[in-house]
């Protein structure tokens, strides 16, 4: 069982910044992917970005050059640095680990204002 804690939300102005951390636990498997998902009220959950094992990322369109992901040397720790935030950012953002199986964090709010 893997026990995703985030950290690193809240409220930001249009343009600002914020970084988001999620650290795992838990499990003696190898985690194949760490990375964000976000959903908007009425939305469905989207991928943000992602890193894998070997490094590798990948991002949603709407964010590339202006968000970037990151892990910690221990590879159980993943960042993401969000700059020049946009309204449409808003959303409940989701950690997210795959093992052998998907698992997700609780979620945490991010608001951007105008």
């Known amino acids: 069982q893997v026990s995703l804690v985030e950290s690193g939300g809240g409220l930001v102005q249009a343009g600002g910044s914020l970084r988001l951390s999620c650290a795992a636990s838990?499990?003696?498997?190898?985690?194949?992917?760490m990375g964000w998902y976000r959903q908007a009220p009425g939305n469905q959950r989207e991928l943000v970005a992602r890193?894998?094992?070997?490094?590798?990322?990948d991002y949603a369109d709407s964010v590339k050059g202006r968000f970037t992901i990151s892990r910690g040397n221990a590879k159980n720790t993943v960042y993401l640095q969000m700059n020049s935030l946009k309204l449409e950012d808003t959303a409940v953002y989701y950690c997210?680990?795959?093992?052998?199986?998907?698992?997700w964090g609780q979620g945490t709010q991010v608001t951007v204002s105008s």
């Open positions: 997210h680990a795959m093992t052998y199986r998907n698992y």
């Open positions: 890193i894998t094992f070997s490094g590798s990322t």
């Open positions: 838990g499990t003696a498997f190898t985690i194949n992917s």
